[in-house]
């Protein structure tokens, strides 16, 4: 049994949204419906990200879409197709489970992941989730320490790490 497997303890600052960041050039509508990212045969390193959508009252949000995007290994985004891109909903207990792989960090960037969040009744959320422990992280111009993901760590294989994230009312 993984640490995943049992709803993660909300680590969000409920009560406070969580912080907007820019959407940037390369995100796409129309992503697949797909919570696993991996492609077939891929040596990359794997990450897990988990959490939930909540509201600032800390109530699980169920249904929530959660629009991924990132670039791949070799810190590309496919702007012509959908790798690296895809939406999943939240579950009845507000939980969400992106599988995917460690993008790397691209030119004028430190390490990260984008994501728009949007639910009934509730402001859309663009932002972007940071790693912590990376050497970029001090140097970007938009980085924001509440958007850092949560007990990132290694297990097996896979890099795990939590974020949770919190809607304001629409
Ligand atoms: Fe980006």
Request: with cysteine; glycine share 14%.
């Given at each position: 049994m993984g640490?995943?497997?049992?709803?993660?303890?909300?680590?969000?600052?409920?009560g406070q949204p969580t912080p907007t960041l820019s959407e940037g050039p390369y995100f796409k509508p129309g992503s697949p419906e797909e919570s696993s990212l991996v492609e077939n045969g891929s040596g990359a390193q794997r990450l897990l990200i988990a959490g939930r959508v909540l509201t600032t009252g800390g109530q699980a949000i169920s249904g929530a879409k959660l629009d991924f995007?990132?670039?791949?290994?070799?810190?590309?985004?496919?702007?012509?197709?959908?790798?690296?891109?895809?939406?999943?909903?939240?579950?009845?207990?507000?939980?969400?489970?992106?599988?995917?792989?460690?993008?790397?960090v691209y030119t004028g960037r430190t390490r990260h992941i984008h994501v728009k969040v949007s639910a009934n009744g509730m402001r859309e959320l663009t932002t972007q989730l940071y790693f912590p422990g990376e050497p970029g992280n001090a140097g970007d111009?938009?980085?924001?320490?509440?958007?850092?993901?949560?007990?990132?760590?290694?297990?097996?294989?896979?890099?795990?790490?939590?974020?949770?994230?919190?809607?304001?009312?629409?």
């Amino acid at each position: 049994m993984g640490r995943f497997d049992t709803t993660p303890e909300a680590t969000a600052d409920v009560g406070q949204p969580t912080p907007t960041l820019s959407e940037g050039p390369y995100f796409k509508p129309g992503s697949p419906e797909e919570s696993s990212l991996v492609e077939n045969g891929s040596g990359a390193q794997r990450l897990l990200i988990a959490g939930r959508v909540l509201t600032t009252g800390g109530q699980a949000i169920s249904g929530a879409k959660l629009d991924f995007w990132q670039a791949d290994e070799n810190g590309v985004y496919d702007n012509g197709g959908c790798r690296y891109r895809g939406h999943q909903f939240s579950q009845q207990d507000g939980t969400y489970r992106l599988e995917t792989v460690l993008p790397r960090v691209y030119t004028g960037r430190t390490r990260h992941i984008h994501v728009k969040v949007s639910a009934n009744g509730m402001r859309e959320l663009t932002t972007q989730l940071y790693f912590p422990g990376e050497p970029g992280n001090a140097g970007d111009r938009i980085f924001n320490e509440r958007l850092l993901l949560t007990n990132l760590q290694q297990s097996g294989n896979t890099l795990e790490g939590s974020f949770d994230f919190v809607l304001a009312p629409g």
